[in-house]
């Protein structure tokens, strides 16, 4: 029985190894991801009382998991040449994430959001977007 269970645990080891060998070949040789969606500026409030803002959107979510992964990611969206939109811009930056195809419009507003979180943190969210 001691032989199996050295057996086995040799295999595994060997497993692990091969394992990680292989996710850094596949990092090293991954294509850029590309994300399509909105950008948005998350206002928080807790207790009827704003708390924070953070850039989001769910693509651009995702986006920044990557970018922190080192992963190559790259975002196709649009923002207003506003000061929320040079935060959002700057946050992805921050993140490692590849900004160069953000449509910047020099009139617009850039999109916001109020999340109203509840005593288990679920959020209700109202959107406001310029649409000129």
């Known amino acids: 029985m001691r032989k ?29 991801v590309i994300g399509i969606g909105e950008t948005i500026l998350d206002i928080i409030f807790k207790d009827e009382q704003p708390v924070g803002a953070v850039p989001g ?19 196709i969206s649009e923002t207003g040449d506003d000061r929320v939109g040079k935060r959002i811009i700057s946050f992805m930056e921050q993140n490692h994430v590849d900004t160069s195809n953000i449509s910047v419009y020099p009139e617009a507003k850039s999109p916001i959001s109020l999340a109203f979180l509840n005593e288990n943190n679920d959020a209700e969210y109202i959107f406001y977007k310029d649409h000129s």
């Open 4 to 32: 199996q269970c050295r057996f086995f645990l040799c295999q595994r080891a060997i497993v692990t190894i091969l394992f990680r060998i292989f996710a850094l070949t596949i990092t090293k040789h991954m294509r850029k």
């Open 57 to 75: 959107g769910s693509m651009f979510n995702g986006l920044i998991s990557l970018g922190r992964a080192g992963l190559n990611a790259s975002f």
